[in-house]
């Protein structure tokens, strides 16, 4: 039940972005300083671009910057954009022959429901503090 | 944070076990009727053995059940048994920059609580009724 890779690195680029003093980050600093691919880290970024999350711009100087406070930034709805799906068993593959009768997905759901409700409870802003900014500087 | 395919089928077996009518099921049969190999679902009935839940009988007319009463088989104890880990998210590979003023991990860990708190208001008994027990004799 450990999260993807996916949802792993978007947190990580986000704490980067609350985090840095500088105005715009360049795709190549992010993969330097995670040691992330730099097309893996491109369709993440762009994902949270998309979302609104991360602001994106062109250009020689261009770069990629947080698009919102980072107070809007709730953990759960990381997790739910990211995460390739939210369903907490795959019965389909091989189809499980108890699926007819099987309640155990329901259960699972729902304690889903509480790892997911308290996430809710935080956003970036709570992840970001004097000690993580010098992390991040050091990291630059 | 889906489960692993290893949980996934070692609640599989146990929800096999609880509802058959027969004394003993052979591994051959658990891997035909879930269509899973037989070398796969060894590791895991070893593992269910090794840990008292499913009962093992050698020999020709030999196989497996259940090793305890339903009841005392608990939802949570399952995922943490058969889960390969559970750091919610691997900060080891690629090692994150951010490891040491990240706040992230805590989170994630409380969340992980609540999902196996509310897992462990079930058993393997809350999951075993009248439609799965005929589900399972269709089975086999």
């Known amino acids: 039940m450990q999260l993807t890779k996916h949802t792993d690195f978007a947190f990580r680029i986000l704490i980067y972005l609350a985090s840095t003093d500088e105005k715009l980050t360049r795709i190549q600093q992010l993969a330097d300083g995670f040691d992330i691919s730099k097309s893996h880290l491109m369709k993440i970024v762009n994902k949270l671009v998309h979302h609104g999350w991360v602001a994106s711009v062109r250009g020689k100087n261009g770069g990629i910057r947080l698009g919102c406070a980072p107070g809007d930034v709730r953990l759960n709805d990381v997790v739910v954009l990211m995460e390739k799906t939210l369903d907490p068993v795959n019965c389909e593959e091989p189809l499980c022959a108890l699926t007819s009768a099987c309640k155990l997905k ?3 759901l ?8 308290h996430l809710e409870e935080f956003t970036l802003e709570d ?3 004097r ?5 991040v500087r050091l990291i630059t």
Chains 1, 2 share one sequence.
Request: charged share 30%; no cysteine; aromatic share 6%.
């Open 106 to 108: 329901g259960v699972l």
């Open 110 to 117: 729902k304690a889903q429901d509480q790892y997911l409700k």
């Open 127 to 129: 992840l970001v503090d």
């Open 131 to 135: 000690k993580m900014i010098d992390v």
